[in-house]
């Protein structure tokens, strides 16, 4: 976030009262644990590509719930 022209980062604890659920919304393909690196670039250098996920994976388990609940 950029307040007043300046970064602005916040930490949230994960068990905080104050937080009621955590969704996932795009998930990074990286080889660091650790993102630190990412604070001091800005624009295109601060992209991560994103991890696309295999089509088996999730479409299997996908299609066989609704073929369990036919029979």
């Given at each position: 976030?950029i ?7 916040r ?5 905080s ?14 080889r ?7 604070r ?5 250098s601060?992209?991560i ?9 999730k ?5 066989a ?7």
């Open positions: 976030k307040s007043s022209g300046e970064g602005v980062e930490t949230f604890q994960t068990y009262p104050l937080i009621a659920a955590i969704e996932v919304k795009r998930r990074g393909d990286v660091r644990a650790k993102l630190y690196y990412l001091e670039r800005s624009g295109r601060a992209r590509k994103e991890k696309l996920q295999l089509r088996g994976a479409s299997a388990a996908a299609a719930a609704p073929a369990a609940d036919a029979q």
